[in-house]
T-cell receptor
Framework: SQQGEEDPQALSIQEGENATMNCSYK?????LQWYRQNSGRGLVHLIL?????REKHSGRLRVTLDTSKKSSSLLITASRAADTASYFC???????????FGEGTQLTVNP | DADVTQTPRNRITKTGKRIMLECSQT?????MYWYRQDPGLGLRLIYY???????NKGEISDGYSVSRQAQAKFSLSLESAIPNQTALYFC?????????????FGSGTQLSVL
C-alpha cells in the first residue's frame, strides 16, 4: 500500500517562526491528507488536497502538492507552542481504499 | 462525549493472556479500522471493516483477530498476548463517501504486555 514518507523526522523552532514539513510518496494518488497527533492522543485530520489541486489554505496552514514530483509540503505560519505535535501525511492511492501513514514529523515549538 | 471511544485507555497484562480492546462510535460511519503505533514505525493497519459483514486483514494481522458486532462496534482481540504487541492501539472510522473521506480517531489504548 501507498505510504507517505515525512521529512524531517524532527523539527524544533521558536514561537512565531514558520514550520515546513515535507512528504514524498510513490504512486498515483487521488488525494493526500495531513493529520496531527498530540502526544499520546489520536490523530486529528487537518487538511486534504486533491490530486488536481496545487495549493490549499486553512487558517495558518498551507499545503502544496506536486504530483509530478510525488511530493507535498505542509507549512504552518506564525507557529505557537500549541502546534507542538507530530504531523503525518497520508496519501490516498487512486486504486486503493485505505489510508496508510508514515512515521511523521515531530514538531517542537519553543515558547 | 467522544465520537470514537476506545476502552480501556490503558492495560497491562502478562504474556499468554487473552485481551480484548473495544471501540464504539456514534458517527454513524460504516468503515472502521484498527491501527497500532510503535515509536519510529508510525501507524500500521491491523484490520479494517467496511461494513458489518466485511472484515479485511491489514498489514500486520498475525496474532490479532477482530469482531464487528454492529455498525457502531469493532473489537480487537489478542488471543495470546506477547511482549512485542506492546504498543499504542487506535481505532478509527470513516464514512467511505467518495475519494475525499477522512479518518476520525479514538484516543487510543496503551497496551503493555509483560
Amino acid at each position: 500500500s501507498q505510504q507517505g514518507e515525512e521529512d524531517p523526522q524532527a523539527l524544533s523552532i521558536q514561537e512565531g517562526e514558520n514550520a515546513t514539513m515535507n512528504c514524498s510518496y510513490k504512486t498515483s494518488i487521488n488525494n493526500l491528507q495531513w493529520y496531527r497527533q498530540n502526544s499520546g492522543r489520536g490523530l486529528v485530520h487537518l487538511i486534504l488536497i486533491r490530486s488536481n489541486e496545487r495549493e490549499k489554505h486553512s487558517g495558518r496552514l498551507r499545503v502544496t502538492l506536486d504530483t509530478s514530483k510525488k511530493s507535498s509540503s505542509l507549512l504552518i505560519t506564525a507557529s505557537r507552542a500549541a502546534d507542538t505535535a507530530s504531523y503525518f501525511c497520508a496519501p490516498k492511492e487512486t486504486s486503493g481504499s485505505r489510508l496508510t501513514f508514515g512515521e511523521g514529523t515531530q514538531l517542537t515549538v519553543n515558547p | 462525549d467522544a465520537d470514537v471511544t476506545q476502552t480501556p485507555r490503558n492495560r497491562i497484562t502478562k504474556t499468554g493472556k487473552r485481551i480484548m480492546l473495544e471501540c464504539s462510535q456514534t458517527k454513524g460511519h460504516d468503515r472502521m479500522y484498527w491501527y497500532r503505533q510503535d515509536p519510529g514505525l508510525g501507524l500500521r493497519l491491523i484490520y479494517y471493516s467496511f461494513d458489518v459483514k466485511d472484515i479485511n486483514k491489514g498489514e500486520i494481522s498475525d496474532g490479532y483477530s477482530v469482531s464487528r458486532q454492529a455498525q457502531a462496534k469493532f473489537s480487537l482481540s489478542l488471543e495470546s498476548a506477547i511482549p512485542n504487541q506492546t504498543a499504542l492501539y487506535f481505532c478509527a472510522t470513516s464514512d467511505g463517501q467518495g475519494p475525499g473521506e477522512k479518518l476520525f480517531f479514538g484516543s487510543g489504548t496503551q497496551l503493555s504486555v509483560l
